[in-house]
């Protein structure tokens, strides 16, 4: 469902809503497809909203949304259930490359409305 429109340079941003707030479980990642992309959507203690990509740049598989949640020093952080590289849940940047090239993964701004949790799309 399309919540508002914008265009924003040469690029077009949408709102899509994407579940309920109460379709998510507190620290449970889950996964939504937009297209052929996968997204994993956390909710955190403090209500805090997330979205990032599914799919974990060192493995290939996407396993993002089946990660722990946790935190180091005050960023929220999601480890991958594959080899365990930490990401924060605000910028996508991994905490723990583990010696491999720095990687992260794609963070689409969220905001909720009412009790819709939406995320802003770009095409």
């Not at 979205?51 to 180091?72: F, H, K, W």
């Not at 940047?93 to 720095?102: A, I, M, R, S, Y």
């Given at each position: 469902?399309t919540?508002?429109?914008?265009?924003?340079?040469?690029?077009?941003h949408?709102?899509l809503?994407?579940?309920a707030?109460?379709d998510?479980e507190?620290?449970?990642?889950?996964?939504a497809?937009?297209?052929?992309?996968?997204?994993a959507?956390?909710l955190?203690?403090?209500?805090?909203?997330h979205?990032?990509?599914?799919?974990?740049?060192?493995?290939?598989?996407?396993?993002?949304?089946?990660?722990?949640?946790?935190?180091?020093a005050d960023?929220?952080?999601?480890?991958?259930?594959?080899?365990?590289?930490?990401f924060?849940?605000?910028?996508g940047?991994?905490?723990?490359?583990?010696?491999?090239?720095?990687?992260?993964l794609r963070?689409?701004p969220?905001?909720?409305?009412?009790?819709?949790?939406?995320?802003?799309?770009?095409?």
């Open positions: 469902m919540v508002v429109e914008a265009m924003t340079g040469a690029r077009r949408t709102w809503r994407l579940c707030v109460s998510l507190v620290e449970r990642g889950r996964a497809l937009i297209g052929s992309t996968q997204v959507l956390f955190l203690r403090d209500g805090a909203l979205a990032v990509s599914n799919l974990d740049p060192y493995s290939g598989a996407n396993v993002i949304s089946r990660g722990i949640v946790g935190t180091r960023a929220p952080t999601i480890a991958s259930p594959m080899y365990k590289h930490v924060d849940l605000r910028t940047v991994c905490l723990d490359p583990q010696g491999k090239e720095p990687a992260h963070v689409w969220v905001a909720r409305r009412g009790e819709e949790l939406c995320i802003r799309w770009e095409e």
